[in-house]
């Protein structure tokens, strides 16, 4: 599963895992994203992909249930 979202183009970033020796090595974090079929609440058109929450709960995308 890809993990950027479709709606706002959210991936993964990169950043230091700081140990108590304060020795950094890489780590990803990565955006909570699901797999959803979506609706725009403008458009009526059913989509596919995968959604993050924020966007979700900010109300830029509507859940379709399968029907």
């Known amino acids: 599963m890809a993990k950027v979202c479709k709606v706002c183009d959210k991936g993964p970033k990169t950043a230091n895992l700081v140990s108590h020796a304060k020795n950094r090595t ?31 709960k900010k109300g830029k995308v509507e859940k379709v249930l399968s029907a």
């Open 26 to 56: 890489k780590r990803w974090l990565y955006p909570n994203v699901h797999k959803m079929r979506f609706k725009y609440p403008n458009c009526s058109k059913v989509h596919a992909g995968t959604v993050c929450t924020k966007c979700v």
